[in-house]
């Protein structure tokens, strides 16, 4: 299983981002995926997720209403459109897979089981 994340990059506060994930070796319509972040000196945080048809989603507080979650089944693709960023969404960007479906989306990161290798966004101020 790979999940490549990338788009990140550089961007001024107010500004917008769009990242990706492409997934290979697993059957990407039946997982759940999920955004998460760290930043310098802290612990992993969820960002947003998406059901397996794309059909739910979930924000964190602090990103609902500036970060939309979706997903294309046919291209095993999931986005992150990232608007009205701010200095504090500076972080290494995650995107993750969640086998599991019988439950809410979740939002702790042990219970995903694949990782992809993180995409680094900085705000400035």
């Known amino acids: 299983v790979q999940l490549q994340a990338y788009g990140g990059g550089l961007v001024q506060d107010g500004g917008s981002l769009r990242l990706s994930c492409a997934a290979s070796?697993?059957?990407?319509?039946?997982?759940?995926m999920a955004w998460f972040r760290q930043a310098p000196g802290k612990e992993r945080e969820f960002v947003a997720a998406i059901s397996a048809r794309g059909i739910t989603t979930s924000y964190a507080d602090s990103v609902k209403g500036r970060f939309t979650i979706s997903r294309d089944n046919a291209k095993k693709t999931v986005y992150l459109q990232m608007n009205s960023l701010r200095p504090e969404d500076t972080a290494v960007y995650y995107c993750?897979?969640?086998?599991?479906?019988?439950?809410?989306?979740?939002?702790?990161?042990?219970?995903?089981?694949?990782w992809g290798q993180g995409t680094r966004v900085t705000v400035s101020s």
């Open positions: 070796g697993l059957t990407f319509s039946t997982y759940r």
């Open positions: 993750a897979a969640d086998r599991v479906t019988n439950s809410g989306l979740r939002k702790i990161s042990i219970d995903y089981d694949y």
